[in-house]
């Protein structure tokens, strides 16, 4: 191997640290370390130059050095370098895409405008997306955020939520007055599980319809929820519609063995009104 000093640096060295001149067909008297040096220092001094005669090179030749990085990223597995990359980086990663984010939302806006539409055509892409968004609302991140955003919507708008559950009230009072009924403890001890609610309601609406054309009524158990010798279920075969004006001595009394078409009629109350009444009990 050959070796040559540096006009330099004056060290000893093998030939191929040496620059070709193709010009004089001679290798350059300073080493490539030392031209380097020298030219660091020159791009220094003469900054614009330097980039506009860059910017000048990569307009002329961008097809060749667009072709060239494309080589050079496949030959050097760029992918995994790039990754390798983002996972020591992760700081400034998280920080250029949250500038990028705010510089230019009306591009994010385009671009989540275009992937919404590519999901919404594909059934697998938003199974997935659903999967994903169901994932994402179990974690803490979000269960926090979703408890932050509703107490600060209900400090917001009290009167508004008051006004919307009165307006519900008014609109649904017989399924509001089950809902009370249902809460009380005996009512739900003696309500079965094969209960219907939807007859159940449908009986209390038709009473608050009669109510609003103004003939007072009130359902009514046939058999008492809460008696001496029975206790009723709670269930809308034991449920009757009757008049107020009729109702008014009634409260928890029971005739046994009383036809049901007799209930809630004028000579019902007489009945329990009479003598009849107690003898009856007596003999139960
Ligand atoms: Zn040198």
Known sequence: MKFKTC???????????????????????DCKECVQAKRRIWEKNNLDHYREYHKKY??????????????????NDGAKKRRDWRKKNKKREH??????RLNNPEKIKKKQQTQWKRIKNNKELLLKQKNRLAEYRKT????????????????????LIRARHKNYYN???????????????????????????KKMLAIYKKAEKMRDKGI?????????????????????ENLKIIEDKLNFSKSN????????????????????KSKNYKIRIKSF
Not at 58 to 75: A, S, V
Not at 171 to 195: A, D, E
Not at 253 to 272: A, Q, R, S, V
């Open 7 to 29: 006009s330099k640096c004056n060290k000893k060295k093998s030939i191929l640290k040496f620059y070709f001149r193709k010009d004089i067909q001679n290798y350059r008297a």
């Open 58 to 75: 990569r307009l002329k030749n961008r097809k060749i050095i667009l072709k060239k990085g494309k080589e050079y990223y496949y030959k």
């Open 95 to 100: 920080e250029t895409a949250r500038l990028y």
């Open 140 to 159: 803490n991140k979000f269960l926090k955020w979703r408890e932050n955003y509703w107490k600060q919507y209900f400090s917001k708008n009290k009167e």
């Open 171 to 197: 609109n649904n009072k017989s399924q509001s007055y089950l809902r009370v009924f249902k809460r009380r403890r005996n009512v739900l001890q003696q309500t079965p599980k094969w209960c219907d609610y």
């Open 216 to 236: 007072m009524v009130n359902v009514d158990h046939i058999i008492p929820l809460n008696n001496k010798f029975v206790c009723g279920l709670n269930v809308p």
């Open 253 to 272: 009394k029971f005739i046994p063995f009383l036809n049901y078409k007799i209930y809630g009629t004028k000579k019902y109350y007489e009945m329990l």
